[in-house]
T-cell receptor, first 114, second 112 residues
């Protein structure tokens, strides 16, 4: 149980285009979903916290207009990287919570912007 | 502010020896302390966690200790094996925001 999927697993795009990443909780309803970014050899940095039906809460330094988060249902949250640039290339990981401290992580999406 | 410090950043131990990774945190209200193992290109996996009402927890070769007064917690791996090689992250939940803050990570290498 408690499986979280992400799609796509990897994506290559041209600079200036937008990329959407989906995060799904497959066998449970997640009250909260989180989005992280991880650069090579670095830690996971929380970007935003997403609750179903409400606006996401962004961490300091994360541009909400560039990283659009939509949490349309209790099983789906999407992250859209708008007007992507090479510096946005990273490993994006989502996690989902049932409401307790335990978070279940997705497999991650590797984004490469050319 | 919200901060978790982790050290060492890299650790190399002989197979069969023990490895210890230490973390400190700043928020005295933190009450949940998970440890994650991440292999290259994969998702973090929870390997053990501890809550603030206990001082130590053990699961086979892995143990975690917590000192709430000093705001320290540590991961102990005994009888290390090659498959223990990975990056390990400590973390804490800031209860006021219910979000996980990760340490900077420790790259553990097990020498054969």
């Amino acid at each position: 149980g408690a499986v979280v999927s992400q799609h796509p697993s990897w994506v290559i795009c041209k600079s200036g285009t937008s990329v959407k990443i989906e995060c799904r909780s497959l066998d449970f309803q997640a009250t909260t979903m989180f989005w992280y970014r991880q650069f090579p050899k670095q830690s996971l940095m929380l970007m935003a916290t997403s609750n179903e039906g409400s606006k996401a809460t962004y961490e300091q330094g994360v541009e909400k207009d560039k990283f659009l988060i939509n949490h349309a249902s209790l099983t789906l949250s999407t992250l859209t990287v708008t007007s992507a640039h090479p510096e946005d290339s990273s490993f994006y990981i989502c996690s989902a919570s049932l409401g307790s401290e335990t978070q279940y992580f997705g497999p991650g999406t590797r984004l490469l912007v050319l | 502010g919200e901060n978790v410090e982790q050290h060492p950043s890299t650790l190399s131990v002989q197979e069969g020896d023990s490895a210890v990774i230490k973390c400190t945190y700043s928020d005295s209200a933190s009450n949940y302390f998970p440890w994650y193992k991440q292999e290259l290109g994969k998702r973090p996996q929870l390997i053990i966690d501890i809550r603030s009402n206990v001082g130590e927890k053990k699961d086979q070769r892995i143990a975690v200790t917590l000192n709430k007064t000093a705001k320290h917690f540590s991961l102990h791996i005994t009888e290390t094996q090659p498959e223990d090689s990975a990056v390990y992250f400590c973390a804490t939940i800031y209860s006021s925001a219910s979000k996980i803050i990760f340490g900077s990570g420790t790259r553990l290498s097990i020498r054969p």
